[in-house]
Structure formats: C-alpha cells, structure tokens
C-alpha cells in the first residue's frame, strides 16, 4: 500500500521542534506531520541518529531520494551561526543537484519557498551504477521551505529569532543583558550568549524557567510580533499552501 502524501520538517533540535509546534499551536497553522531533530545516514544506520545542523546538511539528499515520492512538502529550519551565506550555499547547491532550478543568491528575508522542479530524481538503485536524474521510475520532488535562524537576513540562532518574540517594552530583557555584561571573566562567549540571555529572562518570569515551546505557550513570547506573523506565514506557505 502506498503511503499517503506527508509533510516533512528538519530542524536542529528539539528545542526548535517545540518552539515550532508552540508557535503552530498558538496561531492555529496546522498540523506539520513530522518534525525530525534526528537525521540518519546510511553511515549511521546501526547507531544512534546525529543532531544538529551539519547532520541535517548532510542527510538532505538522503531525505530527498528516499522519501521524496511520500513527500509533499519539505522544510529545512537551521541556524545561521556566524556564516548564513555558507549554510545557504550547501542547501542551494543540494537542491540544484537533485534538480531544483532557478533558485535564488540570497534567502528571502520572509523566509524561501521554492516550488517542485519539472525535473524528478532517480531513486536508489541497489547494484547499480550512477544514471541520470529522471531517466527511469522517476520520483517527484516536493516544495520545499527555507529559514534560517534568525530572520534569514542576520547571522544567530532560535534564541535570536526567540529574542524577536519578546513583548515590546519588557523591563526585564535591559535588565538580563547589563546582568551578563557585569558576570565576571566574561563566560558567555558570542555564541553562546543568546542562550545565556533567554534562559536567564525566562528564569525571572512568573513561572521561572519554563522551556521555549511552553514559554510561547504561556504567552511570556508575544506571537502577535512582525517576526512571529512573518515566520507563521512561512509555515503555511510550505506546508499548507496549495
């Protein structure tokens, strides 16, 4: 029996998932029907399935020619970190092999939707040499959805994106930033001081420390911001759209 046709998210970790599924939830999206943070290989097949982002880079063509033909729509959540313009060029690059045309130089700042080649992909073929894309029992590819973390425009993380959500005019967030600018030796470096920052304001809110996904839940992160409507409009142009 054939498998119906599903929707596929790939993020970098759990903390993404929730956040994601929070976000869905609050604003009444819709049903994404896997969120995957696990990303096997053919490599990794008898261990336990890597996280994060070079694992999902690099199990992209794997989730394209073995479950392209289940799938309707595709996307692909990472952080930018300190190089968007690299994590964009390995995805681009993936996608123009496997057939995707036409795809843009820079992401979309509302985040990149782009729409199932003409062009199929040739499935697997065990003991088989390499064939061209399309030439026999050819799969369809689905759309495919792109952001990056946080607004597709700025180098960071969800944390960045997450500090968007936070309610214009909070006294809190000044008060969290001059906090780790005064820790002594300076022990969150650049990367890691969005994490430190979020984690410390959520520890000050009424219900101390609650995670990403139940903190957007609880409406401590204000999902009527531009950011929160902009990334919303991006999950329904991939997944739900017709």
């Known amino acids: 029996m054939n498998k119906p046709p599903s929707t596929l998210l790939l ?6 998932e929730h956040v994601v599924k929070s976000i869905c939830g609050r604003m009444q999206i819709g049903h994404i029907d896997e969120i995957r943070f696990e990303h096997n290989l053919p490599s990794t097949a008898d261990k ?5 982002k070079e694992a999902l880079l690099k199990a992209l063509t794997n989730y394209l020619e073995s479950r392209g033909e289940e799938l309707t729509a595709l996307g692909i959540l990472l952080d930018a970190d300190d190089d968007r313009d690299a994590s964009w060029r390995y995805i681009t690059h993936t996608l123009h092999q496997l057939g995707y045309a036409d795809l843009p130089a820079q992401p979309d700042p509302a985040g990149t939707v782009i729409q199932p ?28 959805g792109i952001w990056i973390m946080p607004d597709n425009q700025l180098n960071g993380t969800l944390e960045d994106f997450l500090k968007f959500l936070v309610p214009e005019g909070d006294p809190l967030l000044p008060y969290a930033e001059q906090t780790l600018d005064n820790l002594p030796d300076t022990p969150f470096t650049s990367p890691r001081r969005p994490k430190a920052l979020m984690h410390t304001w959520l520890a000050w809110q009424n219900e101390p420390g609650k995670p990403y996904g139940q903190a957007i839940s609880a409406k ?13 409009n991006w999950l329904r142009r991939t997944f739900f759209d017709d």
């Open 220 to 232: 401590y992160l204000n999902t009527d911001l531009p950011m929160a409507k902009t990334f919303a």
């Open 48 to 52: 336990k399935p890597p996280r994060g």
């Open 11 to 16: 993020v970098e970790g759990r903390d993404d």
């Open 117 to 144: 080649p003409d062009r199929t992909i040739q499935p697997p073929q065990p003991n088989a040499g390499a064939s061209l894309p399309g030439t026999a029992n050819p799969l369809p590819l689905p759309r495919i």
